[in-house]
């Protein structure tokens, strides 16, 4: 099945206009026609080549929502028509103890990411959600609650579970101290998503201009990072800190921030940090950094229940395809309010 999409075919190169070759489908295939997919920072990092491990051409997308077109034989979860959403794995081993524990996420063999993957079957490229159709198993195929607005949930399939699942992990509720570092895709689900859990919200931001929509979207404090007082009166009280800078940043300025017990849980930058540890913190406080990728499947559905039942969606901005590396430029800038998400019907119109 040829589909139209957006690729690009190098780290220098913008995306572009491409065609893509979907899969017959198979029996416990779901076949979905894209209506929204949000812009990931992920999407960036990839189509750059960031993490060195990119595949071209790479199509990105990975916050994709849809309705279903078609299902195979033994599909029974699914009808069409159905709306549904496919986030950043669209395959796991299945077998392995993280699998069997619905932690697809951490599959010991590698999950099949939506993009720069590998089929499980037939070893072809996959392929994201910058395009017109995808075709995915239906057990990595989510349910959209019903009156939700599609076109805002599209983030919630990668920003929404990657801060959702730490704060499940962390067992995070009423009056637990949260605090998030960077208010960008992530960090704004974050922000809703812990004060929707009770929690007494602090976001850390390199951007003061960006206080009034931190309070709008449920911190209750505001710390600039760059003030070393703000910093200081900070001591001792979060007890779990997210982390979404996307580059390398300096933690330590951080970790005296966390109360005894605390974790700071890195889900932004992948890669080694220039700055070292400073574990004196860590040992006097019984204080943890830890990490934390996605969330599984199953936990997926948990967070797009809980959204669908508290009213939560992302603050998008809509673009067409054709603005992608605008987008992309204004994300390098942490200029995004707070995730960009694709109109796919502007593929085919032609603009
Ligand atoms: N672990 C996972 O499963 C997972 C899933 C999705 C994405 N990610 C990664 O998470 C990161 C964030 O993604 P995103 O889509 O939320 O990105 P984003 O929308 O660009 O937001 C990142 C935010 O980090 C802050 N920031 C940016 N540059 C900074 C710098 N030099 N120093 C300090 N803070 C800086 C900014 O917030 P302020 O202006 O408020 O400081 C910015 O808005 C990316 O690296 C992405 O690849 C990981
Ligand atoms: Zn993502
Ligand atoms: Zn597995």
Known sequence: MIVNAYATQSAAEDLAPFTIDRRVPRADDVTIKIQYCGVCHSDLHTARNDWGNSQYPVVPGHEIIGVVESVGAEVTRFAVGDQVGVGCMVDSCRDCAACKQDLENYCENGSTLTYNGKDRQDGTPTYGGYSEKIVVSDRFVLKIPERIDLKAAAPLLCAGITTWSPLRHWKIGKGSNVAVIGLGGLGHMALKLAKALEANVTLFTHSPEKEADARR??????????????????????????????????????????????????????????????????????????????????????????????????DIEMINIQDINKAYERMLKSDVKYRFVIDMASLNSGQ
Do not use: W
């Open 217 to 314: 979207l449920g911190a209750d404090k505001i710390i600039i990072s760059k003030d070393a007082a703000q910093m200081k009166a900070a001591k001792g009280q979060f007890d779990l800190i997210i982390d979404t800078v996307p580059c390398d940043h300096d933690i330590n300025p951080y970790l005296s921030t966390l109360s005894l017990n605390g974790t700071l849980v890195l889900v932004g930058f992948l890669g080694k940090f220039e700055s070292l540890l400073n574990t004196v913190p860590l040992i006097v406080g019984r204080k943890s950094v830890a990490g934390s990728v996605i969330g599984g499947i199953a936990e997926t559905q948990e967070m797009l229940d809980f959204c669908g039942e508290h009213g939560i969606v992302s």
